[in-house]
C-alpha cells in the first residue's frame, strides 16, 4: 500500500431532481431507491430545500493507492 486516506466532505444539492439523480447513479449510497418508496421524504426534501435553499448531508469516502509488487 502506497496510500490510504479517509474523507468526510459535505454534500449539497439545490434541487430534488440532482439528488434523485444522484441517488440513481450512486446505487450502492441508496440500496432500493426508487422515486415511488421514497416520495414521502422526497417531498420532505422539497420542503427543507424551499426553506434554506440547499439540501446538505455528508459523503464518506476512501482513497487506496496500491503497487503490484
Not at 23 to 32: L, V
Request: proline share 3%.
Amino acid at each position: 500500500m502506497i496510500d490510504a486516506q479517509e474523507a468526510f466532505r459535505p454534500i449539497k444539492f439545490y434541487d430534488v431532481g440532482a439528488l434523485v439523480w444522484f441517488a440513481h447513479i450512486i446505487e450502492w449510497e441508496f440500496p432500493g431507491f426508487s422515486v415511488k418508496a421514497c416520495l414521502n421524504n422526497l417531498l420532505q426534501a422539497q420542503e427543507i430545500l424551499e426553506k434554506k435553499g440547499i439540501i446538505g448531508g455528508t459523503i464518506h469516502r476512501f482513497l487506496l493507492v496500491m503497487a503490484k509488487q
